[in-house]
Each structure stands twice: as structure tokens, then as C-alpha cells.
């Protein structure tokens, strides 16, 4: 690398900054608009309170099917401008959604959002993957997480605060000021980190070998499938966290605080991660969150079970809270120990990681969040399931393969 080029290059911190800022896209995306669904569901005649969700669930449908034409892409035509293409979509989204005049209109703008943000959140772990390895990369994603989450705990209260001056409609005015923001920065200050001579062409045969490379790797695919069920998961908290807090345990105006609060948990344990990484390592943190998500959940829905489901809200609050402080263990290190061995294909091993997991969170999520019956019981019951299937995940992708050498990085 020349004295230009290293020159260029931008400090460590505002690496993980230009990341987190890239990859919380998507979170304020979804966060930013709870507070608006009841507006939307009035205002575009949705009748079900129930399929309000879709504005949120879409969106990582998008997401989903997405990555797996922009991870390819960034491996062809380098990561810059593949991130430029899907803000570009992004924006459309959002535009289109600032224009709906009926409920499909503003799922389609939704979806379209989804299929952009996909870019930059497939690529911003190749981005890492160009640059780090093993607990250095896992370290990387848990700084990363740690800014990221900062964003839920603001999110929902940067809507409700446009609802007071404006309508939903100004909520994804401020998704197209944030994209170019973003990607200004990106684009000013980010170099390529794919060189030419390690480009490849785009092909159709090519895709397919990479993703069956990828699939047949137990590591690989055991991991990615057991982020996608946790964050199944957290997808049915956020799909039903309005309707729980604003309308079971009637806060209302309240909720963007209660719900900022509940995210100081995954706040706290990212940025602690990136200190237990480099103690523990990756593979024994994610066996412990797991387990600890069942046992809390498992002790959580035996409580709720007694007054009818309608958990005193202090108590739901430390459960969620003690859950997703598990959870922000959980997501840097699955996804980096997924991508672990994918290093000659970080754009293409992105692409499925970030993919699979996503179409296994989307549905599951969905169904978790349509479940919603006016008790916590489903929510509750669809965490102890998906985590304890994550538990049997991880032991299948680690039986069998050969850890040597692996073991000494994660």
C-alpha cells in the first residue's frame, strides 16, 4: 500500500464510526417508524392492528434478497460502487413511501428500502472482513454493534418528535437526509478495499460454486443459520413492541423512552464484548448468552403464565432487558465466526451470511410479532423456542469439524 493510500485511510475510530453509521441505516429505518404505525394503519385503511407490522417485516424481506445480488456485485465492480447503487434504491424507497397513498404503495417503497439498505449492510462486513480477522474483526464488530445500538435508543423518540411537527410522512424525509449523509462521509473519506487484481467476474457459475463452498461449510453455515434464528427473535419483539407497550401496558407517549432504555442493554453488553472477545473468545461467549437466553425465558414465561400473561410491566422490562443484554453478546461473534472462514470470499460470504440469516429472521419474526394476542406469552415463548434451536445450531456446525486452528482465533 502506497504512502497515498495509507494516508487516506481513515483512523480506527472513524472506520468503526462510517460502519455503525452504515449499518444502523437499517435500524432507524425500522425503529423510527413504531411510533407512527397507528397513524399509517388510519391513514392508508388497514383494518387488522396486526398487519401494521408488514412496515417493518417487509423491509427485511428487502434486505433478505438483496444482499445476495450486492455481495456478488461488490466481488465484481468493488465495494464503492455497489454502495452507491443501493443508497440509490434506498432513496427511491423512501421517496415512494413519502408519496403512498395506499397500504401495497407503501409496503412496495418499503421493500424497495429493503433491497438498498441491503448493499451497504451486506458490505459493511466485507469491509471488516478486508481489513480484520479472527477476535480482531470480532473486536471491530463489537465497537461497530456498540454505535449501532445507540441508534434503536433514539430512533423511535426522532419519530415521535417529527409526529409532533409533521406527519409520518416526514419520518422518511429524514431517512433520505440520513442516507446522504452517510453516504457522503462513506464517499469522501472510505478508500476501496478490494483491489483490481482481486476482483472477479460476475457470473452465474461462479455464485453458484461460491455459495456451495460456502453452504458445505458446517462453521459457515451452523453459525449463520443460529444468528438468523436469534435475530427471529428480536424481528418479534420489534414487530410487536409498539402494540405492547403503548397498548397493552398503555404508555403511549412513553413508549420511545421505555423502548430506548430496553436497548441500553444491547448498548452495554457490544462494548463490553469487545473486552470479553479478547478474553474468552467468540465460541464460548455465544454458548453462554444462548444458554442464559433460555433459562431467563424459561423462568419468564412460567411467571407470566400465572397472572394470564399479562406480566406486571417491571418485570417484563428486566426480563427483555436481561435477554437482549445476551443478545448484543450474541451478534457481532455469530456473525463473526460465520464469516471466519470466508475470507477469499468476503463479498460472496457476506452476501449469503447476511441472506440466509435475514430470510430465516423475517418469517419467524413475522410469526412471532402476528401472534400478539394482548400478552407477552407469545413473544416470550417464540425466544425460548428460537434460542434453544440455536443451542442445537451451534453443537451440529461445531461437531464434526476439525477446530484446530480455528479454535486458536475464536
Known amino acids: 500500500m502506497n504512502a497515498r493510500t495509507e494516508k487516506a485511510r481513515p483512523s480506527f475510530a472513524e472506520f468503526v464510526i462510517i460502519i455503525s453509521l452504515m449499518m444502523s441505516l437499517t435500524a432507524l429505518s425500522t425503529d423510527a417508524m413504531l411510533p407512527a404505525l397507528p397513524q399509517i394503519g388510519s391513514d392508508l385503511g388497514v383494518q387488522n392492528a396486526n398487519d401494521r407490522q408488514l412496515v417493518v417485516s417487509v423491509l427485511f424481506l428487502g434486505l433478505a434478497l438483496g444482499q445476495l445480488f450486492f455481495g456478488p456485485l461488490s466481488d465484481s465492480i468493488g465495494r464503492k460502487p455497489t454502495v452507491y447503487a443501493g443508497y440509490a434504491l434506498y432513496i427511491a424507497g423512501a421517496l415512494l413511501s413519502v408519496l403512498a397513498l395506499s397500504f401495497p404503495t407503501m409496503l412496495a417503497g418499503r421493500l424497495l428500502q429493503g433491497l438498498g439498505i441491503s448493499a451497504p449492510r451486506a458490505i459493511t462486513l466485507a469491509l471488516v472482513r478486508d481489513r480484520y480477522k479472527g477476535r480482531a474483526m470480532a473486536r471491530v464488530m463489537s465497537f461497530v454493534m456498540t454505535v449501532f445500538i445507540l441508534v434503536p435508543m433514539i430512533a423511535p423518540t426522532l419519530g415521535q418528535t417529527i409526529l409532533l411537527f409533521s406527519s409520518w410522512r416526514g419520518i422518511f424525509g429524514s431517512f433520505v437526509l440520513m442516507a446522504l449523509t452517510t453516504l457522503s462521509w462513506f464517499a469522501l473519506r472510505m478508500p476501496e478495499t478490494l483491489a483490481p487484481e482481486h476482483r472477479a467476474p460476475l457470473s ?16 459457515a453455515v451452523g453459525y449463520t443459520v443460529s444468528a438468523g434464528l436469534v435475530s427471529g427473535a428480536f424481528l418479534g419483539y420489534l414487530s410487536s413492541a409498539q402494540q405492547i407497550f403503548q397498548e397493552q401496558y ?26 470479553l472477545v479478547m478474553r474468552f473468545g467468540m465460541r464460548f461467549l455465544v454458548r453462554r448468552s444462548l444458554f442464559a437466553i433460555v433459562g431467563l425465558s424459561l423462568l419468564a414465561l412460567g411467571i407470566a403464565l400465572l397472572p394470564g400473561g399479562q406480566a406486571p410491566l417491571w418485570l417484563f422490562m428486566a426480563y427483555i432487558m436481561l435477554t437482549f443484554f445476551c443478545v448484543g453478546i450474541l451478534f457481532g461473534n455469530q456473525n463473526s465466526l460465520a464469516m471466519e472462514p470466508l475470507g477469499h470470499l ?55 469439524y476439525s477446530m484446530k486452528g480455528f479454535a486458536q482465533h475464536t
Not at 418469517?363 to 428460537?386: E, F, K, R
Open 346 to 400: 468476503a463479498g460472496m460470504g457476506a452476501a449469503v451470511v447476511g441472506s440466509l440469516s435475514t430470510l430465516i429472521s423475517m418469517p419467524l419474526g413475522t410469526l412471532i410479532g402476528q401472534s400478539y394476542d394482548g400478552t407477552v406469552l407469545p413473544l416470550i415463548l417464540g425466544i425460548a423456542l428460537l434460542s434453544g434451536l440455536s443451542i442445537l445450531v451451534v453443537r451440529w456446525a461445531e461437531s464434526g
Open 204 to 219: 452465474l457459475r461462479r455464485i453458484v460454486n461460491a455459495t456451495l463452498e460456502i453452504v458445505r461449510n458446517r462453521i
Open 250 to 275: 398503555a404508555l403511549g407517549k412513553l413508549f420511545p423512552l421505555v423502548f430506548g432504555i430496553i436497548s441500553l442493554s444491547l448498548g452495554l453488553a457490544s462494548f463490553l464484548n469487545a473486552r
